[in-house]
């Protein structure tokens, strides 16, 4: 819960399925520690958490559409929704933010991939909402 506070602009929390190999968020599976979802070895669903710091474009990664690029100089601060929703779900999907440079930021609309160094993404229970990741 706090998690979604601190930091400016807030970590990304992303609720998906878990899998053997990590948390499934739409097609991407998000790496996490077998000794890290066995923390939590009766929930379906866990919380991913990511700084917009530590997201990077990537090849293969969470599918995000680009609403809005907010410039800040050096840095931009890409606003998006995961890929592939309709326009009611938008309206309640979670904000995924990720900085990235402004010297070329993604064009509104686009569809790009996010990903982290697994060892910057928190990982939440959804019952308790602990950390369970270290």
């Known amino acids: ?40 070895p009766s929930e379906e669903t866990l919380t991913i958490g990511i700084r917009p710091e530590n997201c990077v474009i990537a090849e293969d990664g969470i599918a995000v559409e680009v609403s809005l690029i907010e410039e800040l100089g050096a840095d931009a601060l890409a606003y998006s929704v995961p890929a592939g929703l309709t326009a009611d779900e938008k309206l309640v999907a979670p904000q995924i933010v990720a900085r990235v440079s402004a010297r070329n930021p993604p064009l509104r609309g686009a569809t790009l991939h996010l990903a982290a160094d697994p060892a910057a993404v928190q990982v939440f229970s959804e019952k308790t909402q602990e950390r369970l990741s270290d």
Do not use: H, Q, W
Not at 26 to 32: A, E, F, L, Q
């Open 1 to 40: 819960f706090v998690a979604g506070f601190i930091g400016s602009p807030a970590m990304n929390l992303i609720s998906g399925e878990v899998t053997e190999a990590g948390v499934r968020i739409g097609d991407y599976v998000v790496p996490v520690a077998r000794e890290v979802l066995a923390k939590a």
